[in-house]
């Protein structure tokens, strides 16, 4: 299944850290993380892959050429 988009409260929104705390919440719904391309230059796609990792999930990497 697909993860709904993250909002959040408008006093919190410009805070990086906010925004992971809550991709981390929805990753531990998740079985899989898909990436996008050129996820390497996003310093939170990598640490959502490591976590991944980490816990067994599948990581599907896309096709770069």
Same mark, same amino acid.
């Given at each position: 299944? +697909? $993860?709904? @988009?993250? %909002?959040?409260?408008?006093? /919190?929104? *410009?805070? =990086? @850290? *906010? =925004? +992971?705390?809550?991709?981390?919440? +929805?990753?531990?719904?998740?079985?899989?993380?898909? !990436? !996008?391309?050129? =996820?390497?230059?996003?310093?939170?796609?990598?640490? #959502?892959?490591?976590?991944?990792?980490? $816990?067994?999930?599948?990581?599907? %990497?896309? /096709? #770069? *050429?």
């Amino acid at each position: 299944i +697909m $993860l709904k @988009e993250i %909002y959040l409260p408008k006093k /919190q929104e *410009n805070k =990086w @850290e *906010n =925004w +992971m705390r809550k991709a981390i919440a +929805m990753m531990m719904e998740a079985t899989h993380v898909v !990436l !996008l391309p050129g =996820w390497k230059k996003s310093k939170g796609a990598r640490i #959502e892959v490591l976590l991944a990792k980490v $816990l067994k999930m599948t990581v599907v %990497y896309p /096709q #770069e *050429n």
